[in-house]
């Protein structure tokens, strides 16, 4: 990840046609590297929220793709799983604190679970030893009666 400036700053001397990215990180990183080149973005979170674009409906400047529509979505999400799933009682939401265009995600999905009547148990994870941490929790507290 920290050398993602440095391989979008070299990418922008190639002067490609365009640059397609899928990653918050790498999106932020080319829109550092260029206001000139078009930015296409796969999907990620929220590009306004992480600042490489304007608005949802004008972009504005170089970058265009698409957005996972912001924490907003996440009442609907939890809403459809437990309309496809009447029984669902738990949820495990795995987080990582260190991506700030997520922060709003466990608000959303903490205020849609109480509404829903269901029980969020949430972890924190920001590397493979983290998740792996995370996953054994899980296991463990999906073992025990509700």
């Known amino acids: 990840m920290e050398r993602l400036p440095t391989l979008a700053a070299e990418l922008v001397r190639l002067r490609p046609d365009v640059i397609f990215t899928w990653t918050q990180p790498a999106a932020i990183a080319a829109k550092q590297a260029t206001s000139m080149i078009p930015i296409v973005i796969g999907a990620v979170t929220d590009?306004?929220?992480?600042?490489?674009?304007e608005s949802f409906a004008r972009p504005g400047g170089n970058v265009t793709g698409m957005s996972m529509l912001g924490a907003e979505a996440e009442a609907k999400r939890l809403q459809l799983l437990k309309e496809g799933a009447p029984s669902v009682s738990r949820v495990a939401l795995l987080v990582d604190p260190a991506l700030s265009s997520e922060k709003d995600y466990p608000i959303a999905f903490?205020?849609?679970?109480?509404?829903?009547?269901?029980?969020?148990?949430?972890?924190?994870?920001?590397?493979?030893t983290d998740i792996e941490r995370a996953m054994s929790a899980v296991r463990q507290l999906m073992s025990m009666p509700f």
Do not use: K
């Open 110 to 128: 903490a205020d849609a679970a109480r509404q829903l009547g269901v029980q969020l148990l949430r972890f924190d994870a920001q590397n493979p």
């Open 47 to 53: 590009l306004v929220a992480i600042g490489v674009a």
